[in-house]
């Protein structure tokens, strides 16, 4: 759900900070707005009676043409996708227009009313809206990592699902109110449309903190999921939501503000809103998969893997919650065995360039070097369309690294740095002065250890800074410039 999120996940695991990582209405009517962006007009239609809020009845039709809107819009992306060689699965495309789309100026309402019979009006309300969706959000989309999108999925098909059960409540009422015969009757059909009005607010609440969400705006996504749950104090999937963004702000403030407190306090109320998911729907299984992982980075290991075996009984297709267990297997348990069995299901179920690479990285630890390269190696050529492309090539160079192949090594650390790909590029100069350093080219190293010193602040280059001041100290004192390691030495003691 977190670009910020991912970028931690990919820093930290360098350091060691971490220790895993109704039927569309309207015709398509798009104009080219820019590149890659279409714009789509579609209709929704609802209609409301006596007993219900005309202007709930107004937004259910503005929803209805949204949907339309994005439906069309979706099956523009599926072809787009697959002309660029990068087919996005049918979750995936709803994912992106259920997320990325773009309400182009005023919605356009038109009223009637219609009288069924003698005794029962309808008032039909008509929505138009105009969409943009862009096709560079595809792009986008690779650039974030198999937990991110998987969280995406999950939230959009709930959200839904959710809205279909409405959708459904609510003609069950409608049906209802044509044989209201007493004032009793009338006054319990206001209560239960009032009550279905604030469910469906609350889940228009739900996907719009998605939305933002999805842009890294967490604390305006926290924001809605919390009006949310204060319109229907019932809803799941609001406190899944809520969590598990809290979970994301308290990973930020303690790995890169290093603000301890504040992060614990957002993963306490991480762990309450997960909680209460779990209490309201107890076979909820990315809830228990998601507070798997808040135990686990509180390092509460028994309950983490305790969540991951719930998660994966509930969903055994869920190909994250097996690489969050083999973790725990090789980290806590060391158990190796059942480690690379869940990677390898994992990989099974979803063989993603991410599966890859955390097999890879289990190879790493256990040194078998040329069978992590070849994991490398094929998420590379999965990463194609992958933001982590470059982490791909960084992999592999520190096995490369590793074997003393140093050519191939710093082939691959410089090829991170020319995809200057987010935090990639620290990660590539880090690599390659190491590389140079070990092979005693201080002058190169130093060059290196320089240039990520000198690169704008990210997740990566605040974590590596420390270390990065410690080793040129290292290049200098080899060099003979005292001077200068002392500096470093000194920068380094303030910054560990």
């Not at 006596?50 to 809107?69: F, G, H, M, P, T």
Request: hydrophobic share 35%.
């Amino acid at each position: 759900m977190r670009k910020k999120f991912r970028k931690l996940l990919a820093a930290s695991l360098i350091v060691g900070t971490l220790t895993f990582a109704p039927e569309i209405c309207g015709v398509e009517n798009f104009s080219v707005v820019r590149a890659e962006v279409k714009m789509y007009t579609a209709m929704g239609v609802d209609y409301g009676n006596e007993y219900e809020s005309q202007e709930i009845v107004k937004l259910r039709a503005r929803d209805k043409a949204i949907k339309n809107a994005t439906k069309q819009a979706g099956v523009y992306l599926k072809t787009y996708s697959r002309s660029i060689n990068n087919e996005l699965t049918d979750d995936e495309v709803l994912a992106i227009t259920s997320n990325a789309y773009e309400v182009v100026g005023e919605v356009r309402y038109n009223r009637t009313i219609k009288q069924v019979t003698d005794e029962i009006t309808l008032i039909v309300w008509e929505a138009t809206v105009d969409v943009n969706v862009d096709a560079g959000e595809i792009t986008k989309w690779g650039k974030r990592d198999d937990r991110e999108r998987s969280t995406l999925i999950s939230q959009t098909r709930e959200s839904q699902v959710a809205a279909e059960e409405n959708d459904r409540k609510v003609e069950d009422l409608r049906r209802r109110s044509q044989n209201v015969s007493d004032d009793a009757q009338r006054a319990q059909l206001k209560t239960e449309f009032n009550q279905a009005d604030n469910e469906f607010l609350s889940n228009q609440k739900i996907e719009e903190g998605t939305r933002l969400a999805y842009q890294q705006k967490f604390d305006e996504a926290i924001k809605l999921y919390t009006e949310a749950i204060e319109l229907n104090p019932n809803n799941a999937e609001a406190y899944n939501c809520r969590g598990n963004i809290r979970n994301v702000r308290a990973l930020e403030k303690e790995f890169v503000d290093k603000n301890v407190s504040v992060g614990e306090k957002f993963r306490k109320e991480a762990l309450d809103d997960l909680n209460r998911a779990i209490q309201l729907k107890p076979d909820y299984s990315e809830a228990y998969g998601n507070r798997g992982f808040v135990h686990y980075m509180a390092k509460n290991y028994s309950a983490a893997i305790a969540d991951y075996n719930r998660a994966i009984e509930l969903d055994p297709t869920n190909a994250q919650n097996y690489i969050y267990r083999s973790t725990y297997w090789r980290q806590i348990a060391k158990d190796n065995n059942r480690g690379l069995a869940d990677l390898n299901k994992a990989i099974e179920l979803n063989p993603t360039a991410h599966a890859y690479r955390n097999r890879a990285g289990f190879y790493r630890t256990q040194k078998n070097f040329s069978a992590a390269i070849e994991d490398c190696t094929r998420a590379i050529e999965l990463d194609t369309q992958d933001n982590s492309l470059a982490f791909s090539y960084h992999d592999r160079g520190n096995c490369y690294k590793e074997l003393k192949m140093y050519d191939k090594a710093v082939a691959d650390y410089t090829r991170t740095i020319e995809l200057n790909q987010e935090d990639s590029v620290a990660l590539g100069y880090f690599g390659r002065a190491e590389v140079y350093q070990a092979t005693k080219n201080f002058s190169l190293a130093i060059e290196d250890y320089t240039k990520l010193i000198e690169l704008p602040a990210t997740t990566t280059s605040k974590i590596l800074l420390p270390v990065t001041y410690y080793l040129r100290a290292q290049c200098y004192k080899a060099l003979g410039d005292n001077a200068k390691a002392q500096a470093d030495m000194k920068k380094y003691n303030e910054l560990k």
